[in-house]
Nanobody, 128 residues
Framework: QVQLVESGGGLVQAGGSLRLSCTSSQRTLSLYAIGWFRQPPGKERVFVAAINRSGSKTKSADSVAGRFTISRGNGWNTVYLQMNHLTPEDTALYYC?????????????????????WGQGTQVTVSS
């Protein structure tokens, strides 16, 4: 198992940017497919972006495509979610999730049920 820690959330004005980080101190995230999800107040958790183990493939939700970018850090123990042109509709608790890929299938997953490890979340609030 891997313990995930999200950071980088905060309060930002509309049009601004934030970069979220997902890290693990116990194991390298290079062996895991990683996803970012978010849960707006009073709503269900939804998919935001995902990246495969090698970092060669990514997928983003239509609502964030062109504004958010998921990537792996050079040290391979961090996955980032760069968020630009933020709007109040992006306000949510953001979670990262991990799925082991020890067999090297090297794919990404947009379904929350595909992941078995979750962080505690980091709050992003966008003011108008």
């Amino acid at each position: 198992q891997v313990q995930l820690v999200e950071s980088g959330g905060g309060l930002v004005q509309a049009g601004g940017s934030l970069r979220l980080s997902c890290t693990s101190s116990q194991r390298t995230l290079s062996l895991y497919a990683i996803g970012w999800f978010r849960q707006p107040p009073g709503k269900e958790r939804v998919f935001v972006a995902a990246i495969n183990r090698s970092g060669s493939k990514t997928k983003s939700a239509d609502s964030v495509a062109g504004r958010f970018t998921i990537s792996r850090g050079n040290g391979w123990n961090t996955v980032y979610l760069q968020m630009n042109h933020l709007t109040p509709e992006d306000t949510a608790l953001y979670y990262c999730a991990a799925r082991p890929d020890f067999l090297g299938s090297d794919t990404y997953y947009s379904e929350a049920t595909a992941y078995n490890q979750w962080g505690q979340g980091t709050q992003v609030t966008v003011s108008s």
